[in-house]
């Protein structure tokens, strides 16, 4: 759960506010998203209504926040995605110019799922398969250029394999070709795929970062595999439009992360 100090600035929010979360319902971003816009409702005395608009990797939703009118009243919930797009992408929008950063909310590392009936029990079982069949395993993500195929394609380069990326428009459509067993692998962060996990549809092959996960204890990371591998995975934070006054701001950086968020 997310904690929050106790809000300044009064006449802020006097209204509802807008959050928009540039990705469709049920992915990681959004599962944050409305965690942290309940906990900014409880200490700010006002509703902060999610509004979903996914597509494009996440430029849609983040185009419209951009345009905004810079009073407070629209925020902008995302991940680390929108500044990988400024290196993929000819944007709309400027992501120095035209947002006025407010704060870092949580980080959630990447991991390698399997689907349920897959034979893969290690990280040696899936380097085995991969180098007898170049190209034929798919790894889904939620999309092009995103934090899932970053990880993904990290990782093919780390164990010199060759594996299939297989991009999907969001975390539930990629994870129902992978209960069907259309995609054997699924790259998506702790917080994505914590919930399937729990519900015995996938199993960690291996986690990013320097310490075990604390929600897949027994699961290894790739450091302590041996491999040198950089940090993959999300991080999810609040932006306003550029120009927002400095007091609405100030009310929203008073929120503070306190405990986990998967």
Same mark, same amino acid.
């Given at each position: 759960a997310l904690g929050a100090g106790i809000a300044g600035a009064q006449n802020y929010p006097a209204k509802p506010v807008r959050v928009v979360i540039p990705w469709p319902p049920g992915g990681a971003n959004d599962i944050v998203g409305? *965690?942290?816009?309940?906990?900014?409702? !409880? +200490?700010?005395?006002? +509703?902060? $209504? $999610?509004?979903?608009? /996914?597509?494009a990797n996440g @430029? $849609? /939703? @983040?185009? #419209?926040v951009a345009k905004a009118a810079p009073d407070g009243? @629209?925020?902008?919930f995302s991940g680390n995605n929108i500044v &990988?797009?400024?290196?993929? #992408?000819?944007l709309p929008y400027d992501m120095v110019r035209d947002f006025a950063p407010i704060g870092m909310i949580a980080f959630s590392p990447n991991v390698l799922w399997v689907g349920p009936n897959e034979p893969y029990r290690n990280l040696a079982d899936l380097v085995a398969a991969a180098r007898a069949k170049p190209g034929e395993l798919g790894y889904a993500t939620t999309g092009n250029g995103g934090n899932g195929h970053f990880g993904g394609e990290t990782?093919?380069?780390?164990? /010199? *394999?060759? &594996? @299939?990326?297989?991009? #999907?428009? /969001?975390?539930a459509p990629a994870l129902q070709d992978v209960l069907a067993g259309r995609v054997p692998l699924f790259m998506q962060t702790i917080v994505g795929g914590i919930a399937p996990y729990r519900n015995g549809q996938v199993r960690p092959l291996v986690a990013f970062g320097r310490e075990r996960v604390p929600e897949i204890p027994d699961t290894p990371t790739?450091? !302590?595999l041996g491999f040198d591998v950089p940090d993959s995975g999300t991080w999810y934070g609040v932006l306003a439009p550029a120009a927002t006054p400095p007091a609405a701001l100030r009310s929203v950086r008073r929120l503070r992360p306190q405990g986990k968020v998967a």
């Amino acid at each position: 759960a997310l904690g929050a100090g106790i809000a300044g600035a009064q006449n802020y929010p006097a209204k509802p506010v807008r959050v928009v979360i540039p990705w469709p319902p049920g992915g990681a971003n959004d599962i944050v998203g409305r *965690i942290v816009a309940q906990k900014m409702a !409880e +200490q700010l005395g006002q +509703q902060f $209504i $999610i509004d979903n608009r /996914g597509g494009a990797n996440g @430029t $849609i /939703g @983040t185009d #419209y926040v951009a345009k905004a009118a810079p009073d407070g009243m @629209t925020l902008l919930f995302s991940g680390n995605n929108i500044v &990988m797009n400024t290196g993929l #992408y000819r944007l709309p929008y400027d992501m120095v110019r035209d947002f006025a950063p407010i704060g870092m909310i949580a980080f959630s590392p990447n991991v390698l799922w399997v689907g349920p009936n897959e034979p893969y029990r290690n990280l040696a079982d899936l380097v085995a398969a991969a180098r007898a069949k170049p190209g034929e395993l798919g790894y889904a993500t939620t999309g092009n250029g995103g934090n899932g195929h970053f990880g993904g394609e990290t990782l093919k380069r780390a164990l /010199g *394999i060759d &594996m @299939t990326h297989v991009p #999907y428009r /969001g975390t539930a459509p990629a994870l129902q070709d992978v209960l069907a067993g259309r995609v054997p692998l699924f790259m998506q962060t702790i917080v994505g795929g914590i919930a399937p996990y729990r519900n015995g549809q996938v199993r960690p092959l291996v986690a990013f970062g320097r310490e075990r996960v604390p929600e897949i204890p027994d699961t290894p990371t790739l450091a !302590e595999l041996g491999f040198d591998v950089p940090d993959s995975g999300t991080w999810y934070g609040v932006l306003a439009p550029a120009a927002t006054p400095p007091a609405a701001l100030r009310s929203v950086r008073r929120l503070r992360p306190q405990g986990k968020v998967a």
